[in-house]
């Protein structure tokens, strides 16, 4: 008789076979892939943790998670033709709706109603703008919803002090809310109007999107859908970091910002003084180089963040030793206009062309991807 591939496990409090086992993963596979949640990196990480538990090196682990890259590019192609608004887009409009009328809501959060509480409030007091409420939904939840059974929506009302509030009254103001905002956006919800009950999304084609942008708020408001392919401001994509990894704002700006820093340096010289800085006006990162006025510029990498106080008295500018001069690089194609006249103007004094050389490849994916790899540990969803 041959050797058997592997043991049998336990499953749901029952003996499973390999075969049973492997099955049950590879539902979880399915569920984790079209979740639209986390990055692929993340997302086969998290896989390849679960599944070497399981099976080792067995060529079931092997399997499952070809199986799970293969999902991977499968949904990609597919997500590329969600050329218009999809329901998971209309809950996330109507959640950023809740979130600017102080109710914090959040997706995927959480393993049990406990724990996802405890985020919420963690991410509550750790963000600029107090909240008087929250509403969310569970990871098991998730799990429902990619198979066609809907979402369950739990809610509450917070103190001032971001606590839970125990006000009965107060937590159906919220559910009230957050049930109004879903239909204003065209998603189909019951609720029996008891604050013992969650809110219900009905079942609906789960398309949540991992690599494209999500189009503007407007177009699940009954004007013309915005095109994918426009480029995303880039506080579309910190809007979309605190919305899916449950990270405070400030954490995400800083995340995105070194990102392009660290994109910038890359062109313009690793040894260049960069700075970036979310500029919240125009909803993008800024770049700028810092240049200290100095007697006499110093030998090596500290010598190229310096120009004389000579040779700048001589181009017309007042400046005494020690100054710090603060120039902005334009690495945006759409800002050549800006990028050509920098270049004419402090071309020569920064020792660096920016016109015709802007970033490449900053599309609303590598963004994302970028600001996540710059994200501490300690501050990003389990």
């Known amino acids: 008789m041959a050797a058997r591939e592997y043991e049998c496990s336990t499953l749901g409090g029952t003996m ?12 979880q596979v399915e569920i ?18 679960l599944v070497r538990r399981e099976f080792g090196k067995a060529p079931a682990a092997e399997r499952l998670l070809s199986y799970a890259r293969d999902l991977l590019d499968a949904q990609l192609k597919e997500e590329a033709r969600w050329t218009e ?6 809950i996330s409009w109507a959640f950023e709706e809740l979130y600017e009328q102080g109710i914090t809501a959040a997706q995927n959060v959480g393993g049990t109603l406990s724990e996802a509480w405890a985020r919420v409030i963690d991410a509550v007091r750790g963000d600029y703008v107090p909240a008087r409420g929250a509403t969310f939904f569970l990871e098991q939840d998730v799990a429902q919803g990619v198979l066609g059974a809907g979402l369950m929506l739990s809610f509450g009302a917070l103190s001032d002090e971001g606590a839970r509030d125990d006000d009965d009254e107060a ?3 919220i559910a009230r809310e957050v049930f109004e905002a879903l239909e204003r956006h065209g998603v189909a919800v019951e609720w029996d109007g008891s604050v013992r009950s969650r809110i219900r999304i009905l079942p609906f ?6 690599w494209s942008t999500l189009p503007s708020r407007a177009s699940s408001m009954g004007d013309e859908p915005s095109s994918l ?20 704002w400030d954490a995400a700006t800083a995340a995105l910002e070194a990102f392009i820093c660290s994109e910038a340096r890359e062109r313009c010289g690793e040894r260049r003084h960069l700075e970036a800085k979310y500029n919240p006006e125009l909803g993008r990162v800024e770049v700028f180089q810092c240049i200290k006025v100095v007697e006499a510029r110093a030998a090596g990498a500290e010598g190229e963040n310096q120009r004389t106080l000579a040779g700048l008295r001589r181009l017309g500018m007042e400046v005494e ?11 945006l194609e759409k800002d050549a206009d800006e990028a050509l006249l920098q270049d004419a103007q402090w071309g020569a004094l920064l020792d660096l062309k920016t016109h015709g ?12 991807e970028g600001a996540l790899e710059h994200l501490p540990k300690r501050t990003r969803a389990e």
Not at 16 to 27: F, I, V
Not at 85 to 90: K, M
């Open 16 to 27: 499973a076979t390999g075969n049973e086992l492997e099955s049950d993963l590879r539902q």
């Open 32 to 49: 984790a892939v079209r979740s639209g949640y986390g990055t692929e990196s993340e997302v086969l990480a998290r896989l390849e943790d």
């Open 85 to 90: 608004p999809t329901t998971n887009d209309a």
């Open 171 to 173: 937590s159906l103001v």
């Open 205 to 210: 084609p789960w398309r949540n999107r991992r």
């Open 229 to 248: 392919a426009e480029e995303p401001s880039h506080r579309q994509i910190l809007e979309q970091l605190v919305r899916d990894e449950g990270v405070a």
């Open 321 to 331: 030793a020690g100054d710090e001069l603060v120039f902005q690089l334009f690495y």
């Open 357 to 368: 050389h802007s970033i490449e490849g900053l599309t609303p994916h590598s963004l994302r």
